[in-house]
């Protein structure tokens, strides 16, 4: 057995069915290897799409995903999906080849120092630097990718170490003295929050992405305690989005009822979240009067931003349960008269009296799936609408690219949930920008004809940019044009063999969905739609979360029922 072969006898080893990659010369012999292994591997056009894929692999499964890569610009082009699951916090092993030993630091053809490169975007690498250190080094690799708070590893393997004889042992312990994650909640700061808890009249509790592991305990959470429940951009399905507790996303584009939620609450649980600049606003103006109850198992993210009063490290499946049994159910009617109020007043609504709107599109799509598949988005307009018009309410089933923002992240993320659950149908909710930043995986979609429908929202332009440019840069369009150079997007999937479309109205859309959705085959809808639509609510930049733009979400007086008391200070 040579390195390379010890490479695949790993990931073997580690469980690993699919591995998205590209070969190139100095990952060739793993390539060779992988000839006579049962991994599948997906051949993707592109090594940042193949990082994404194998990210998403992760997020729609629990089980880490791989991704391999060639020297020079094959592992640079990780780089971006690297940090996009650094960010957003996913087990992703990549695999890199790299110049032999010799040669390193030479400047060598196709040589680069992505150890040193994917340093502040990874969890942890690795250099290779002797073929019997595989096996430990794989085995670290997974450990490290899955536990704790999740996170991107990277392992690099020169040309001469696949190609080196293997003489190491397998059995090798995990021995990572300085790597201890705390998963056990401390029972002393369990009392405290128990008793803050107790006494709040107005709490909420806020879900991040770390629910995503740990949805039954926050579901049995939130049904123990009556808490009302605000679901952050990557917490959504971790807690069912038409649950009677559910009051939405909080922040930038957040709901009205979760914004005032948090401006009005006199205590916050969060769980498993980062208390994101996206979800505070200005921190000062962020939850006042409230006490924070943070709970999560990285202990560098607590008080990062957002003041701690009672912080508790650990896993969420194990710190929600024992805090349950430490609570009665909590008795806030009043609270909760306040909260059905807000959300009869402000449920998601917008303009029909224009052209075909992206909200629209995004109702129909989840109207004909009936909810039952897997979102994921691009970054943008269409990926704020689809996160309040189209959340699912099973984990892991609402992929998209939160700390990062990654345009081109939704479609190869697409297949790789696709992959990841087989049969599952995946709508990927695309903008006409970012959708052609990694458009050429139409291929691998075709390849291996994915149950995959992305549904394009073109209106083009850059959407959000251009709604910032209108409200705050004085409608100084700059650079956001796309339409007079956008392909024939029907016409560019059929090229790929995929069947494609283009919808310029409502009437065409709601014929067209449901029989698209029917096939469950790959396909493209182009759906044309109004050029200056704007999200709403908003918070501008620098703007406390009680300062909120409520634009299109603003009720019409002349409907029945609604009464139109003053709205909090600051908002507008």
């Known amino acids: 057995m040579n390195g390379a072969q010890a490479v695949l006898k790993g990931l073997e080893r580690e469980g690993v069915q699919v591995v998205f990659g590209h070969p190139g010369g100095a990952i060739m012999p793993v390539y060779d290897a992988l000839y006579d292994s049962p991994i599948r591997h997906i051949l993707v056009r592109h090594e940042q799409a ?40 996913s087990a992703v092993v990549a695999i890199t080849g790299n110049v032999s030993t010799a040669l390193i630091g030479t400047d060598a053809f196709q040589e680069a120092d992505i150890y040193g490169i994917t340093g502040p975007v990874t969890k942890h690498n690795y250099l290779v630097r002797h073929v019997n250190d595989l096996p430990r080094v794989i085995k670290e690799a997974f450990h490290i990718a899955a536990t704790g708070r999740p996170g991107p590893v990277l392992i690099d393997i ?29 029972s002393g700061q369990l009392r405290k929050a128990a008793e803050a808890i107790r006494q709040a009249k107005r709490p909420i509790l806020i879900v991040g992405g770390g629910g995503q592991a740990a949805a039954e305990q926050v579901s049995d959470f939130a ?58 606003g200005k921190v000062s103006r962020f939850a006042p009067g409230a006490t924070i109850v943070h709970i999560d198992i990285d202990p560098a993210e607590i008080s990062k931003l957002v003041k701690a009063h009672i912080p508790v490290v650990g896993d969420l499946s194990d710190v929600l349960p024992r805090l349950a049994e430490l609570l009665p ?8 008269a306040q909260l059905r109020e807000w959300k009869a ?63 081109g992240f939704g479609f190869p993320a697409a297949i790789g949930a696709a992959l990841a659950r087989p049969g599952e149908l995946v709508v990927c909710i695309a903008g006409d920008g970012s959708f052609q930043m990694n458009v050429q995986e139409l291929a691998t979609l075709y390849k291996h004809q ?100 409520i634009g299109d979400q603003e009720p019409d007086p002349s409907e029945a029922g609604m009464s139109m008391e003053p709205v909090a200070v600051g908002e507008r």
Not at 158 to 167: M, S, Y
Not at 258 to 265: F, L, Q
Not at 524 to 543: D, H, L, Q, R
């Open 50 to 89: 193949g990082t994404h894929m194998a990210d998403a692999f992760y997020r729609a499964s629990g089980k880490v995903g791989v991704v391999f890569a060639t020297s020079g610009p094959g592992a640079t082009n990780t780089v971006t999906g690297l940090a996009t699951a650094y960010m957003d916090s």
């Open 345 to 407: 007043k402000y449920p998601e609504r917008y303009k029909k009296d224009k052209p075909l709107v992206s909200q629209e599109v995004i109702e129909l799509l989840r109207e004909a799936t009936g909810g039952d598949c897997i979102v994921t988005t691009e970054v943008g307009q269409h990926q704020m609408f689809a996160a309040r018009l189209f959340p699912t309410s099973r984990p892991r089933t609402w992929l998209s690219s939160g700390g990062l923002g990654t345009m």
């Open 329 to 336: 159910p909590l008795e806030i009617a009043p609270w909760w």
């Open 158 to 186: 020169p040309k001469d170490v696949q190609l080196a004889e293997f003489t190491g042992s397998w059995d090798v312990p995990i021995d990572l003295p300085g790597y201890r994650p705390t998963v056990t909640g401390h």
């Open 450 to 549: 994915l149950p995959v429908i992305v549904a394009i929202c073109n209106n083009g332009v850059l959407g959000m940019v251009r709604q910032w440019q209108e409200m705050f840069h004085a409608q100084r369009y700059s650079e956001v044009y796309l339409a007079d150079s956008n392909p024939d997007f029907a016409k560019l999937a059929e090229a790929y063999g995929i069947a494609g479309y283009n919808v310029f109205d409502r009437d065409e859309a709601k014929r067209l969905i449901p029989e698209v959705v029917a096939t469950r085959k790959p396909a493209v809808i182009n759906f044309v739609v109004y050029e200056s639509e704007k999200v709403f609510p908003m918070i501008p930049a620098g703007a406390g979360v009680d300062e909120m733009i």
């Open 223 to 280: 049904a123990h305690t009556n808490l009302p429940v605000i679901t952050t951009l990557m917490g959504i399905g971790a807690y069912p989005a038409g649950a009677p507790n559910h009051l939405g996303m909080p922040g930038m584009h957040g709901t009205v009822t979760a914004n005032r939620a948090i401006t009005n609450c006199d205590l916050i649980v969060g769980a498993g979240l980062r208390f994101d600049d996206r979800v505070t």
